[in-house]
């Protein structure tokens, strides 16, 4: 390892301006100015005192201390302690000290394997220092139909191809089988790196990665996983590709081995997903699982999706609806309220978002209007969308969605809108058949 940093070092984004905002002599300025604002009683810093402090209510605002104020900073940028803050950055900066001296590449021990459902990090994990080989395994599976079959991968492409604007089904199938061909390789490395966050979209691929390794007999491989659904200093933390080369190689460290129940508890998930019966899916979500940590989130999450029982829409569409109440908006602004502050667990892309906003207009009562037949070009998101009657209808719960001819839905292996009119009741967490609660069938 040489001692002298790499030529390229000084100009490559080793950090971000979330991690550089946890700058410490920043953070005892910021303290040290909370303090004072909470003994003079200012509003706000009362407030965050409050919301931050786990004895922040019952603590006379004129003997607050210092250190008092350093917990709320720390739990702010969300660490536990202010000792926790202080080796939070200090590790960072190890890491970052390590890829500019060009220390030893952190997979480099074995043959490995990074799987990843984007390629968000690829280029970051690279500027980090890693060696291993990647693989962009990016099918969005928690929307559209699930089967176990040989048609599959087909069923999937046709999928994507009739919901995403732009897409179509002979490269989307390519792609898919691609990433099959070199998930079915996987064998020959020596370690497989997953790196999937809290979300619908990574947890539910997570499982589908998982159950397959279970049938290939691959178990007993080392698997680990890098997993999170926070990160100090980023306040809306969406997913992984937020990191910075530095923060990857950090999170790198923690990984943990994918221990045997998470196989099994993969198997249990994917029957309940391709299943046609939510009720399977609802037990698998309220039951304890720590194994996977955010799988039941994810799930409770993913159902919501469903058609809900007051109206028939789902809990984006309902979220749509609303935000165009207001009045006409371009399609990417709405997307951008909605996974900024809107959608507690956000997990959409562009496109993904795009297609929902897109059935909602070509149902045959549209709930929504948009002149435009093409998105894609110079004007990606400035499509303009605006609520129709029947969508405020929608809104005032003077309607029902099925009545309003949209297209028949699958989500994994549930059909609404047809003869087995799937719902979900969103506030009791209950999945119900023709408004029957399925434990009532």
Known sequence: MSDEPRDDAPSLPLVSA?????????????????????????????????????????????????????????????????????????????????????????????????????????????????????????????????????HALQQRAE??????????????????????????????????????????????????????????GLTGKRIELVSLERFPGISKFIGIGQLSPTALRLMFSRRQTVPESAFALAEKTWSALTGDDPGKLVETAQSPSPALPFLRRALSRYLSEMPGTANGLSFTEQAILTCLREGPLPWGKVFARFMQTIDP????????????????????????????????????????????????????????????????????GISFFDDADWRFDRERQEALKTGVPVNQR
């Open 159 to 216: 999928f994507i191809a009739s919901e995403y604007p732009g897409e179509a089904v002979e490269p989307t199938l390519a792609k898919l089988q691609a990433a099959e061909d070199r998930l079915n390789a996987a064998r020959s490395y020596g370690r497989i790196v997953l790196w999937f966050e809290h979300d619908p979209y990574d947890q539910i691929l997570l499982v589908k990665l998982l159950n397959q390794f279970r049938k290939a």
């Open 18 to 150: 979330s991690d550089l905002s946890l700058n410490l002599d920043r953070q005892r300025l910021a303290a040290k100015k909370l303090r004072n604002d909470i003994r003079a009683q200012l509003p706000e810093a009362l407030l965050r005192l409050s919301s931050h402090h786990p004895r922040g209510k019952h603590l006379a605002p004129e003997e607050i201390k210092l250190s008092d104020a350093q917990l709320v900073v720390a739990r702010e940028a969300g660490l536990s302690s202010w000792p926790a803050l202080k080796k939070h950055v200090e590790d960072m900066e190890t890491v970052r000290k390590d890829i500019e001296l060009g220390a030893a590449a952190p997979d480099a021990s074995l043959p490995t394997l990074h799987i990843r459902c984007g390629n968000d990090i690829e280029q970051a994990l690279k500027l980090a220092g890693f060696t291993g080989d990647f693989l962009q395994y990016a099918d969005p599976i928690c929307q559209g139909p699930l089967v176990d079959s040989p």
């Open 345 to 412: 667990l956000p997990f959409h892309g562009d496109l993904m978002f795009l297609g929902t906003m897109v059935r909602l207009r070509d149902a045959g009562r549209p709930a929504v209007s948009c002149p435009e037949t093409s998105f894609h070009g110079g004007t990606w998101g400035q499509a303009v969308f605006s609520l129709t009657p029947v969508g405020h209808a929608l809104l005032a719960g003077e309607i029902d969605w099925k009545d309003c001819a949209p297209r028949l839905r699958q989500q994994g």
